[in-house]
């Protein structure tokens, strides 16, 4: 059996590596998706959408810890939105593809300029609350 020396063996991770990132770059690789695990994609809300009492707590949360970037009506256009290296997105039309576990997901882990409200918001029933207020946005 023949030895590989490490001059040899650095250019062969080289190729290795350059094929890797050519790959990954070829099949529209996207850094900036947000990755949902499988958990939270098929979890069901757990809350009633018709409550008046949770509506009214969702959109009590919803502008103390969201309005500030995503706007009072869900635009994206709040006031720090500008401030931002990743835009808010439209409540309107851009969850239509979501489901309830993505979003809820999404509020609780965060991402990027889009913080975690797992330790603000501890109780997850109040996260739900959110995904359903947010939701109001889209029946506009």
Not at 27 to 45: G, L, S
Not at 79 to 98: I, R, V, W
Request: glycine share 8%.
């Amino acid at each position: 059996m023949k030895k590989i020396n490490l001059k040899t063996l650095v250019y062969l991770l080289g190729i290795v590596v350059s094929v890797m990132v050519f790959y990954s770059f070829s099949y529209n690789f996207d850094p900036d998706d947000w990755v949902v695990p499988a958990k939270y994609k098929n979890m069901k809300n757990p809350t009633d959408k018709s409550d008046k009492e949770g509506f009214s707590i969702g959109k009590s949360l919803y502008m103390k810890h969201c309005k500030s970037c995503h706007g009072k009506t869900g635009l994206g256009d709040g006031t720090k939105a500008d401030e931002l290296d990743t835009p808010c997105g439209d409540f309107s039309t851009d969850l239509s593809d979501q489901k309830d576990g993505e979003l809820f997901y999404k509020i609780k882990s965060g991402k990027d300029d889009m913080p975690s409200f797992e330790k603000k918001i501890r109780d997850d029933e109040d996260i739900w609350l959110i995904v359903n207020f947010i939701r109001t946005f889209q029946e506009k």
